[in-house]
């Protein structure tokens, strides 16, 4: 078994940043593709980016791309989701996920609580 939680989230202004935690207790992930995730008021949860075991190659949606950084420390059995141009659309509860390969967020087995990002205008 493995514990995911997430850490970081808050209420920032349009244009600030925030950077996301994800630690892992119980077993490692270091050899696993992690995965954020969020879900908007209102809205299906979408995939917003992941990364593979090494850190060499992460995926982001199109409308994080340039404002979001992805990596992880396996040292610390920790990912992190570094947000900067924060946008009020990107208001969500954002969710750690491991054990997955893909950006569908069923595929993945493993799932934190989520923390809120609120992004004020």
């Known amino acids: 078994q493995i514990q995911v939680t997430e850490s970081g989230g808050g209420l920032v202004q349009a244009g600030g940043s925030l950077r996301l935690s994800c630690a892992a207790s119980g077993r490692t992930f270091s050899s696993n593709t992690v995965a954020w995730f969020r879900q908007g008021p209102g809205k299906e949860r979408e995939f917003v980016s992941r990364?593979?075991?090494?850190?060499?190659?992460?995926y982001y949606t199109d409308s994080v791309k340039g404002r979001f950084t992805i990596s992880r420390d396996n040292a610390k059995n920790m990912v992190y989701l570094q947000m900067n141009s924060l946008k009020p659309e990107d208001t969500a509860i954002y969710y750690c996920a491991a054990f997955g390969t893909s950006d569908v967020w069923s595929e993945y087995k493993y799932w934190g609580q989520g923390t809120q990002v609120t992004v004020s205008s």
């Open positions: 990364i593979n075991w090494s850190g060499t190659s992460t």
